[in-house]
Structure formats: structure tokens, C-alpha cells
């Protein structure tokens, strides 16, 4: 439950103050257009950014303890709506259960029916 709150908290509130790293979420699509990718480039960005080229922030909106994109953005994620969901598969090898976000709204053939959290650190 810590580690949900920590990855929807920092999803927004990540600002140009941000010092630190978060984790990657993505999915590869089933086309290579549709990819996602959503981080702060290994520190590389203040924020996180959608493929490295969209503010995650000006993109999509908390919602519930997941998030909700924009119908009028510009990645493959507009409008779609996803929540957290736990998998038995533990995470980086440990004990705890492994967490990725289910579309669960606006989900079609160009929206990725699950991103996966990829640990920063294991």
C-alpha cells in the first residue's frame, strides 16, 4: 500500500524540485507507435514526461489512487483511465506483490491495457 501511494504521489507531484529518481511505467503496445513510456528519463527530466516528449502533468490528472489522461492528448493514453492492481509475481525478486495499472476507461485497440511499474532500484 506504501509503495501505491509513493508511485501516485510522485507521478504528481514531481516538480522542478524534484532531486530524486522515479520508476519507469510502460507497456511496449502492440504496435511500436502506441509504446509507452512514463519517467523522469533516469533523472534525466524535473518531471515526468510521457515518451520523453509530454509533461505527464499537463497529459493526465489523479484519479482515484490511479490516473486519468485528457480525451484531447496527445499519446496513445488520451482518455483512458487506469488503476492500480496487485499481481501474485513478486516484485524485484522480494516478497512483496508486483503492482501495474489496469485500464479500466477509454481502453481501445491504441490504449495499452496494462502499464507496468518498473522499480528504480531493486
Given at each position: 500500500m506504501?509503495?501505491?501511494l509513493l508511485?501516485?504521489v510522485?507521478?504528481?507531484?514531481?516538480?522542478?524540485?524534484?532531486g530524486g529518481c522515479?520508476?519507469?511505467i510502460?507497456?511496449r503496445?502492440t504496435?511500436?507507435?502506441?509504446?509507452?513510456?512514463?519517467?523522469?528519463?533516469?533523472?534525466g527530466?524535473?518531471?515526468?514526461?510521457?515518451n520523453?516528449?509530454y509533461?505527464?502533468s499537463?497529459?493526465?490528472?489523479p484519479?482515484?489512487?490511479g490516473?486519468?489522461?485528457?480525451?484531447d492528448?496527445?499519446?496513445s493514453?488520451?482518455?483512458?483511465?487506469y488503476?492500480?492492481?496487485?499481481?501474485a509475481?513478486?516484485?524485484?525478486?522480494?516478497?512483496?506483490p508486483?503492482?501495474?495499472y489496469?485500464?479500466?476507461?477509454?481502453c481501445?485497440?491504441?490504449?495499452?491495457?496494462?502499464l507496468y511499474?518498473?522499480?528504480?532500484?531493486?
Amino acid at each position: 500500500m506504501i509503495r501505491l501511494l509513493l508511485t501516485t504521489v510522485l507521478l504528481f507531484t514531481l516538480g522542478d524540485a524534484w532531486g530524486g529518481c522515479s520508476d519507469t511505467i510502460s507497456s511496449r503496445g502492440t504496435k511500436p507507435e502506441n509504446a509507452i513510456e512514463i519517467s523522469d528519463g533516469g533523472c534525466g527530466h524535473s518531471e515526468l514526461m510521457i515518451n520523453e516528449s509530454y509533461r505527464f502533468s499537463e497529459q493526465c490528472s489523479p484519479y482515484r489512487d490511479g490516473f486519468a489522461c485528457k480525451r484531447d492528448g496527445y499519446t496513445s493514453l488520451a482518455g483512458a483511465t487506469y488503476v492500480p492492481v496487485y499481481d501474485a509475481k513478486p516484485a524485484c525478486g522480494g516478497k512483496k506483490p508486483d503492482m501495474r495499472y489496469k485500464c479500466v476507461k477509454g481502453c481501445g485497440k491504441r490504449v495499452p491495457k496494462y502499464l507496468y511499474v518498473e522499480p528504480y532500484e531493486c
